[in-house]
């Protein structure tokens, strides 16, 4: 029974199809059915207007820290600012999919946009990119220990991305199952501890909007700040 229980709390992260199609391909074609095209008008409607702001705040924040060479990337890394917000967002929504739960997806983001920094910086600079392998007025005898472990350092920064941002939305929704199954059970036994379980359900839940939203902006931030070490 307990095996059966703990299967069906994860069958949420498991990618549905329908028909033999895959939804999740659905799920990453939806979010942007749902943004407005700016207008060629000289004034635009609030939706537009307020999107508009928060594309232009975030992209200003974003490139704080990056050289006039990372201000190419502005496009694509709000667009994936955008995109991830979008995912993680409508999948707080009930009868949803989270595709960003799929580690696999995840890595299938990280991977490319990691490599694609790394070889930046060792076509543009890369005596500079090899340097970060070792720090300057390293005694002679850790070097090569040194440079084995910046190494996998390097190699792990994609999959630390992609890990990040799978456990912190899993972890999320499934506590959120498991608080909300939690209240369904007590209500007709102790209702008093059923009301208070959906109060902290409630604040789980804004809990995870927020989660939600910080986790897609650390994910881009990093991705930021891998780019500025190879320009």
Known sequence: ??????????????SPT?????????????????????SSRWLNNRVITLQS?????FTQQLLLPLN??????????????????????????PYTFTPTTQLSLNMGLAVPF???TVIIGMRNQPNAALGHLL?????????????????????????????????????????????ATAAFVL??????VALLTLIILFLLTLLEVAVAMI??????????????ENI
């Open 1 to 14: 029974l307990n095996l059966t229980l703990a299967m069906s709390f994860f069958d949420q992260f498991l």
């Open 18 to 38: 329908h028909l033999g199609i895959p939804l999740i391909a659905i799920a990453l074609v939806l979010p942007w059915t749902l943004y407005p095209s700016p």
């Open 53 to 57: 702001w928060f594309i232009s705040q």
């Open 68 to 93: 006039p060479k990372g201000h190419k990337w502005a496009l694509i890394l709000a667009s994936l600012m955008v995109f991830l917000v979008s995912l993680n967002m409508l999948g707080l929504l």
């Open 114 to 116: 990691w490599l694609a």
């Open 135 to 179: 720090p300057e007025g390293t005694p002679v005898l850790l070097i090569p220990v040194l440079i084995i472990i910046e190494t996998i350092s390097l190699f792990i920064r994609p999959l630390a991305l992609g890990v990040r941002l799978t456990a912190n939305l899993t972890a999320g929704h499934l506590l959120i199952q498991l608080i």
């Open 187 to 192: 209500m007709p036994m102790m209702t008093s």
């Open 215 to 228: 986790q897609a902006y650390v994910f881009v931030l990093l991705l930021s700040l891998y780019l500025q």
